[in-house]
C-alpha cells in the first residue's frame, strides 16, 4: 500500500490485455492470474481485474453513479455536522456535541461524513483507473492538447511548441 493508506495501489485493471499503468497502450503478456470478468490477459501472478471493454465500461457507469450519489450525500452530511443545540442547556448541549461533534470530538454525524469522504475517495481513485484502463485519460488529454493548438491557431500537425 501507499504511504496513503490506498488499497487500490497495488491493484491493476486489465480491459481487452491492456493494463490501466500501461502507457501508450501496449498489450499486457501472459494470461490468467486475475480476478474479475472473462477478458484480457493479465500477467500471472499480478493483482487486479480482467474486464472486457464491455464490462469495464459498464462497471465505470455504475462506479460514476456512485459516486455521485456519494457526493450529494457527502453534501447532506456536511449539514449534519453543522446542527446546534435547540436550547442552551447543558442536556442539549451534550446530545448536539455527542450527533454533531464539538469540544469531546467529532461526534456520530462527524464520523459518517469522515466515512462518506472516505468512500468517495475510494470511488474517485476507482473511476480513475478504469478510465485509465480504457483509454479514456490518454484520449482526454490528446483531445485537450488539440484544442490548445486550435485556440492559439495552430494547424494540425504545426509545433506546438511551449503549448505541450
Not at 499480478?46 to 450529494?72: K, P
Not at 446546534?84 to 442539549?92: F, G, I, K, M, N
Not at 456535541?97 to 464520523?111: N, T, V
Amino acid at each position: 500500500m501507499t504511504a496513503s493508506g490506498n488499497w487500490l495501489s497495488d491493484v491493476m485493471f486489465w480491459v481487452d490485455g491492456v493494463a490501466s499503468g500501461a502507457a501508450g497502450g501496449g498489450a499486457a503478456a501472459g494470461g490468467g492470474g486475475a480476478l474479475g470478468g472473462s477478458g484480457g490477459g493479465a500477467p500471472s501472478g499480478s493483482q487486479g481485474f480482467s474486464l472486457t471493454r464491455e464490462e469495464a465500461e459498464r462497471a465505470l457507469e455504475e462506479f460514476r453513479a456512485i459516486y455521485n450519489d456519494l457526493v450529494v450525500v457527502e453534501r447532506e452530511a456536511g449539514s449534519l455536522i453543522r446542527l446546534t443545540p435547540p436550547a442552551e442547556d447543558p442536556a442539549s448541549v451534550r446530545l448536539n456535541e455527542a450527533f454533531a461533534g464539538g469540544s469531546s470530538g467529532l461526534g456520530a454525524f462527524g464520523y459518517g461524513h469522515k466515512h462518506i469522504a472516505r468512500e468517495i475517495a475510494y470511488f474517485r481513485e476507482l473511476v480513475g483507473r478504469l478510465e485509465k484502463a480504457l483509454g479514456y485519460v490518454a484520449e482526454a488529454d490528446e483531445s485537450a492538447g488539440h484544442h490548445v493548438g486550435k485556440a492559439g491557431g495552430l494547424e494540425d500537425g504545426g509545433d506546438r511548441g511551449a503549448l505541450e
